[in-house]
């Protein structure tokens, strides 16, 4: 079993940036894949971007080169630097597992808004 917990977000106002980490503790060693995840109000859960064990990274359209996905594999923490936000980008973003998901964390609250 893997336990996630994420942190970092706030409330920022349009063109802002945050940083969201999440700190992994259990199983980690059979992690291959890390993936950051959101929910706006009303809308499915979408994955947001994910990145391999071997640093590969790949997004979704509509944050490629706003949002960076990394990882510090000596302190099972993967972040996500989210620069130029958009109110659409308003979500819980919550972090697992690649591709198949574990036990969800708590998430966290980004909302951009001026």
């Known amino acids: 079993q893997v336990q996630l917990v994420e942190s970092g977000g706030g409330l920022v106002q349009p063109g802002g940036s945050l940083r969201l980490s999440c700190a992994a503790s259990g199983s980690t060693s059979r992690i291959i894949a890390m993936a950051w995840y959101r929910q706006a109000p009303g809308k499915q859960c979408e994955l947001v971007d994910f990145?391999?064990?071997?640093?590969?990274?790949k997004y979704v359209d509509s944050v490629k080169g706003r949002f960076t996905i990394s990882r510090d594999n000596a302190k099972n923490t993967v972040y996500l630097q989210m620069n130029s936000l958009k109110p659409e980008d308003t979500a819980v973003y919550y972090c697992?597992?690649?591709?198949?998901?574990?036990?969800w964390g708590q998430g966290t609250q980004v909302t951009v808004s001026s």
């Open positions: 697992n597992k690649f591709p198949l998901v574990g036990s």
């Open positions: 990145i391999t064990s071997g640093d590969t990274t």
